[in-house]
């Protein structure tokens, strides 16, 4: 497909979802008149489209192998999704993690993905295309893991009322709705249909069939941009990282291992057929680009019904939609190019990370400036950040002062020093990255004593392992020497047209460099691959730390009101400052003569905060707060202290923990995709567009964190 064409299309999907919501943001078509139009889209349309598609499917011209990749990979997206909301819990919370396991793995396959799909391929001899596999994995979700995730939910509504309900009468609530769902009946009535029918629909209702599924798309696309309106809401402190690991899932990880498992499962049968076609070839592609489609609004029904987490799940949806639009883009485009030269795309890559260094390297001047000038280097994490900020700056130099011509040794003295402080800076950015994870959770649980013992020992671990890494792998390591470089091989950019299928050379002189090869490989796979566990575990460990906050917010407010102090957290840790502060003010009810136990203003906890040079208490929230539910002021009040610090001059300044969080969490998504290109690279070996791709990103998300 012609790249101003791939453009044309996917503008044009969003180009009706953007008149959609600006229809129902002008108010010119109400919530309750676009209720028919989601009715004619869901009830009818797409039901007709899915029965039509079924019942004349070439089911000789389905590869089951793709589809079961396909169901591998969403089925361990879903498990890892629920299991993992269960552990950062640590409670029974089935409801909820029935709901965020079916929004990482249901995606809007009809109204979002078959326009682009059925414009990306085109149809074989026998009338075959790719995106005819859409009628095939959509009941992946919505006939398997959807009543999976339904069971859960019911399960964990009936937990949360109170009532005890039996397995077998879950099993028939899920089973009545799913056999009720007019998709799941035009879907098996197809199936069944289509072997009696020779896969061949009669032409006496094949125009009325073809009408409702053409009126599908341009009606399903416009009613989403209409389901947007009002759904983007402002998630208050840390409720905003759940959409972000739910929207990383859904768009990156969930594309990332379809990929892979449909490739392995593809190379086994063509090991033990030893036929290949081109459409073999572009499977993994497709499992990329359909596992980068947005999740299907139709989640929203769903939290609504079990009233769970409503906001959330539509303001995660909203932006999910929106940032799909740039990675299905660049996806399309390059799966769009049947034919590439590698030696042009490993030099477009580096120098992107040319770029991008450059412009890191001015902004890690600018942010080293302003922590000297506000003297954030006296506070406990911004003493951290200035050592991972430093790391950076040597990566970024190191690539900035590459040499501009590909006709170096690696064994050169100058290239092997660049290459030094090159890895120097990358894996110190890792590591110091898992330390600044660590160094949280002591801000989280422990008091000042504690941090300030800590720093140091956390420091020389930040600085001494890539120090000592890199070392012992320039000094053991023996050079590769089956690369590209024109010092081993006289080989200058030979590399002609290439499509998938061909192995990935090893560049020795670019800014993605492997000079020692699968040495280098290993070490790196092994320390970013620990430095992941160690973040996740520390994002674990402090959101079970800050939902025990919650519950313990709650139950000295309650031994408050009854005269009872209990607090059992470190005596000068931010949580007991705060709960000490809210004691304080419930003791004060009596006491002070302006103050009316009855008023707002005694029911207000208080906390410290800083006023010019002195600490003075303060309530913490508006009196508007007190209006809300309990469990609502706990998560504010949570939040409140979950930013509070004591720092070396017995101040309370802000650590911005929730920023250090939102890092942590962008730099665990990019260690995962340098994971995942230094496996492919172990394992695989095959050139395909997605991989340069993802070499883009990794190189953008390492090289601009500053």
Request: with cysteine.
């Amino acid at each position: 497909m012609a790249f101003s064409t791939l453009y044309a299309v996917i503008l044009e999907v969003f180009a009706v979802i953007l008149l959609g919501y600006t229809v129902g943001r002008l108010k010119l078509i109400t919530s309750q008149e676009s209720k028919g139009l989601g009715r004619f889209a869901s009830l009818i349309a797409l039901p007709a489209s899915l029965f039509y598609n079924m019942a004349k499917l070439d089911f000789s011209a389905v590869d089951w192998l793709f589809l079961l990749g396909i169901f591998l990979a969403k089925t361990l997206v879903f498990i890892g999704v629920a299991v993992g909301c269960v552990a950062v819990t640590r409670r029974l919370d089935m409801a909820r993690a029935g709901l965020f396991a079916i929004f990482a793995t249901q995606s809007n396959d009809f109204a979002f993905g078959l326009p682009i799909f059925n414009n990306l391929y085109g149809r074989n001899e026998s009338g075959f295309s790719l995106g005819d596999y859409v009628f095939l994995i959509a009941p992946i979700s919505f006939i398997i893991l959807n009543p999976i995730g339904f069971a859960m939910m019911e399960y964990g509504q009936s937990k949360r009322q109170g009532q005890s309900q039996s397995a077998l009468k879950i099993a028939w609530v899920v089973c009545r709705g799913v056999f009720t769902n007019p998709l799941v009946f035009m879907a098996i009535f197809g199936l069944v249909l289509n072997p009696i029918i020779n896969h061949k629909v009669p032409s006496v209702v094949e125009p009325l069939l073809q009408v409702l599924s053409r009126a599908f798309d341009g009606v399903a696309l416009f009613y989403l941009g209409l389901s947007m309106v009002g759904k983007l809401k402002a998630l208050p402190g840390l409720k905003v990282i759940i959409p972000i690991v739910l929207i990383t899932t859904k768009l990156l990880i969930l594309p990332l291992i379809a990929d892979q498992l449909v490739d392995a499962l593809g190379d086994t049968a063509i090991a033990s057929t030893s036929n290949a076609t081109s459409e073999t070839d572009d499977l993994p592609s497709f499992a990329f680009l359909y596992g980068t489609m947005p999740t299907a609004p139709t989640l929203i029904l769903f939290a609504s019904h079990y009233a769970l987490e409503f906001h959330l799940i539509a303001t995660s949806l909203v932006l999910c939609t929106f940032l799909s639009a740039p990675i299905i883009f660049v996806s399309a485009h390059m799966i769009s190019l049947k034919e590439f030269n590698i030696a042009d795309l490993e030099r477009q890559v580096e120098r992107s990370f040319l770029y991008v260094s450059a412009i890191c390297t001015a902004g890690i001047v600018w942010v080293l400036a302003m922590f000297l000038l506000a003297k954030r280097y006296r506070r406990f994490l911004h003493r951290l950040d200035i050592i991972l900020i430093s790391f950076l700056f040597v990566a970024s130099m190191a690539i900035v002062t590459l040499p501009a011509t590909d006709d170096v040794c690696p064994d050169d003295p100058r290239v092997v020093a660049q290459f030094w402080f090159q890895l120097v800076g990358v894996f110190g950015s890792r590591v110091m990255t898992a330390v600044i994870a660590v160094a949280l959770v002591l801000v989280y649980q422990s008091g000042h004593q504690t941090w300030s013992k800590s720093f140091p020992v956390l420091a020389v671990v930040g600085i001494a392992v890539p120090i000592v890494l890199t070392t012992l792998l320039v000094g053991i390591g023996s050079v590769d020497t089956n690369g590209h470089s024109s010092c081993f091989n006289n080989v200058t950019g030979n590399n002609t047209n290439t499509t998938n299928g061909e192995r990935i050379g090893f560049s020795h002189t670019g800014a993605g460099r492997f000079i020692y090869g699968d040495g280098q490989l290993i070490l790196s796979t092994l320390l970013l691959s620990a430095c992941v566990i160690v973040c996740i575990s520390s994002l674990v460990k402090m959101a079970r730390l800050y939902h025990q906050r919650k519950k313990q917010l709650n139950i000295t407010r309650t031994d408050s009101q009854n005269g009872i102090s209990t607090t059992e957290f470190p005596s000068e840790s931010p949580v007991s400052i705060a709960l000490s502060s809210i004691n304080d003010s419930e003791s004060s009810k009596s006491s002070s003569p302006g103050v009316n136990a009855d008023t707002d203003e005694g029911r207000s906890p208080l906390v410290l905060r800083r006023k010019g040079s002195k600490l003075v208490k303060t309530p913490s929230f508006p009196k508007a707060m007190d209006i809300q539910s309990d469990e609502d002021r706990a998560e504010r009040e949570s939040l409140a202290f979950v930013e509070m610090s004591v720092d070396e001059d017995n101040t309370v300044p802000n650590q911005q923990t929730t920023r250090h969080l939102l890092f942590i969490l962008y730099a665990i998504v990019s260690m995962l995709v340098g994971v995942f290109l230094l496996i492919w690279r172990l394992l695989n070996q095959k050139t395909s567009a997605v991989f340069y791709e993802l070499e883009f990103m990794d190189g953008a998300l390492n090289y601009g964190q500053a």
